[in-house]
């Protein structure tokens, strides 16, 4: 069955500091990945998705993941953290038909100190 | 333009009540999803449609739960017989086409005591 697994729950870093989160996937074909933002009372906000392709991809607010499939890895990430970069972060994969279905990870909550 | 919205924004039940929960797509979008996320947890699938039609409702946990779209546009999540265990954000969202980036709107936060 497909499964995503955010390893780490919580993370810590300094402001300017650089990032990663990671994720890995378990998916049978090729998959469609993607990285979502949960800011505390706001909805899912789409940072970067991967459909095919160059491995590398670029997204929103200085985010990149890069799909890595010896690893069954996206991971994200960014060079230098914002203060505003503090929320949850989600990866998922598309199942079903292309992405008709999406499986989340657990999450993994940034906290990012001045 | 507007994006995926939700009503009500909160609700609280008692066990054993009925509740809806409304979704308004991004106008034009043909998909519609449902997932519910738990405290801690990612969103869970529960449903999806594509026009009117419910085209997978594999996530559903069990009969208690049903969801329509019965013109295309607006669903309503319906939950009968409400179980403490049923409280949970459920979010929704919709994208223009199957396989399409999927935009979700804020959530309900349904409490059952």
């Known amino acids: 069955a497909q499964s995503v697994t955010q390893p780490d729950i919580h993370i810590t870093v300094s402001e300017g500091a650089s990032l990663e989160l990671r994720c890995n996937y378990s998916?049978?074909?090729?998959?469609?990945l993607f990285w979502y933002v949960q800011s505390p009372g706001q909805g899912l906000q789409l940072l970067l998705k991967y459909f095919s392709g160059d491995t590398l991809v670029q997204g929103i607010k200085g985010f990149e993941a890069e799909f890595k499939r010896s690893q069954s890895s996206f991971n994200l990430r960014k060079p230098s953290v914002h203060w505003s970069d503090a929320a949850e972060y989600f990866c998922?994969?598309?199942?079903?038909?292309?992405?008709?279905?999406?499986?989340f990870g657990t999450g993994t909550r940034l906290q990012v100190f001045p | 333009g507007a994006g995926v919205s939700q009503t009500p924004s909160n609700k609280v039940t008692e066990k054993g009540k009925y509740v809806e929960l409304r979704c308004d797509p991004i106008s034009g979008h043909t998909a519609l999803y449902w997932y519910r996320q738990s405290l801690g947890q990612g969103p869970e699938f529960l449903i999806y449609?594509?026009?009117?039609?419910?085209?997978?409702d594999s996530g559903l946990p069990n009969d208690r739960f049903f969801a329509v779209r019965p013109e295309g546009s607006v669903s309503t999540l319906k939950i009968q017989r409400t179980e403490r265990g049923d409280s949970a954000v459920y979010l929704c969202?919709?994208?223009?086409?199957?396989?399409?980036?999927?935009?979700f709107g804020p959530g309900t936060r349904l409490t059952v005591l």
């Open positions: 998922a994969v598309g199942a079903g038909y292309n992405t008709d279905k999406l499986i």
């Open positions: 998916y049978g074909a090729t998959p469609y």
């Open positions: 449609f594509q026009g009117t039609g419910a085209a997978d």
């Open positions: 969202a919709s994208s223009v086409d199957r396989a399409d980036t999927q935009y």
